[in-house]
C-alpha cells in the first residue's frame, strides 16, 4: 500500500491509521478528514479489495465525503469513515470486529462508528462491547431514533428525488414517473418501495439477481441487468450501490434527465459533475440526498450520550430539510453556470473552515 499522502484523495486529512491485529486477522483503515464541526463521524465499510491501494482511496474519499455530508445536514459532527479489509471468503468473526471495536475505543471519542456496506446492527452491537463510541445500536420501541440507518437514508433519498423531478421535469408528483434503480439492498430497495407507493414506474438492478426479481415482482416493476441499468431510457437514474460510477463512460450511457440516489462518492473524478451538467443532467450530490442515515445515528449517539429519549419525529423532520437544501444548490447552479457538485463542495468547505 503507498503512502497514503500520495494518494489523489488525500485532502489534508487529519488522521489515517492503518489497524493490524494478527490473532484476528483484522485488517482496517480508520481514516478522519475534519473534526472542524466535532467528532469525525461515519460508517464502517466491510469489503473484499483485490487491491489494497483501492481500501485506501475508500476510506480517503468516503471518510471526506463524511465531512461534507455532516457539515451540510447541519450536524454537529466531523467527517471520519472506517473499512476492514475482508478477505476473499468474506468471513467475519466475532475476534475481528473485538479488535475493531478496540481500535476505535483507542482513538477516545475522535472517531464515532455505525453501519455501512457489509455491517449490520448485530456487528454494532458486538463493537459496542469494546466501545461506546458506535451508534446504528437496536432501539427498543418503535418511536424511538436509531438502530439501522438504511430506511432513513432511503426516505432522505425518496424525498430528493421529488424534489429533484419537480426542479427538472416540472412535475409535483413521482406517479408516472420512470426510476431506474441501481441496487435494491435495505437503501435502493427502501427507496423502490416509496417511489412505488407514489405510482412510479420502477426499473430495478442488483448484483443479486434474485433480490432485483423478487422485488420487482412484489413492486410491478422491471428489472434489468447490473451493467444494462445505467443505459435504461428513464426519468430518474438512481445510483444506490457502490460509488465511482459516474466516469467518462458511465455519463456517456446515461439516458436519464436525472441522477439522484444513495450511493456515495457517485462521481469519479471532480471533472464528471462537470460533464453531467454540459449533457443538461440534474445532479443531486450524494452526501446532500443521502444524508438521512447519518441524521439518524448522530441524533441516536447524542440521546445515548446524555441520557436522553431520542424522538423519531425529530429525525423525520430533520431528513424533511434535504429537498430545500438541494434546491438551494440547484438554484446556485442555474444562476453561477457552476455545476451543483461544485456549488455544494464550496458550501461545504466553508462550513467546515476549509474555503
Known sequence: MTAFWTEPDYDDHELVQLVRDPESGLTAIIA???????????GTRFW???VAKDAMRDALRLSRGMSYKNAMAGLPMGGGKAVILAGEDRTKTPEMLAAFGD????????????????????DMVAVAERTRYVSGLPVAGENDAGGDPGPFTAMGIYHGIRA???HKLGKDS???????????GSVG???ARLLARDGAKLTLADINADRAEALARELDGETATPDGIMGVACDVFSPNA????????????????????????QLARAHHGKMLAERGILYAPDYVINAGGIISVTMEYLCRRHGEPCDINEV????????GRLEDIWRESDSSGVSPDMVADRMAQTLIGRA
Not at 245 to 265: C, S, Y
Not at 316 to 323: S, V, Y
Request: hydrophobic residues 45%.
Open 32 to 42: 478522519i478528514h475534519s473534526s472542524h464541526l466535532g467528532p469525525g463521524a461515519g
Open 48 to 50: 473484499h479489495y483485490p
Open 103 to 122: 481500535a476505535v475505543a483507542a482513538l477516545d471519542g475522535k472517531y464515532v462508528t455505525a453501519e455501512d456496506v457489509g455491517i449490520n446492527e448485530a
Open 164 to 166: 429533484a423531478v419537480q
Open 174 to 184: 413521482v406517479a408516472g414517473v420512470h426510476v431506474a434503480i441501481q441496487g435494491t
Open 189 to 191: 430497495g427502501g427507496v
Open 242 to 265: 457502490l460509488g465511482a460510477i459516474l466516469d467518462d463512460e458511465g455519463i456517456a450511457r446515461l439516458e436519464a434527465p436525472i441522477v439522484a440516489g444513495g450511493a456515495n462518492n
Open 316 to 323: 423525520r423532520k430533520r431528513i424533511a430539510l434535504i429537498p
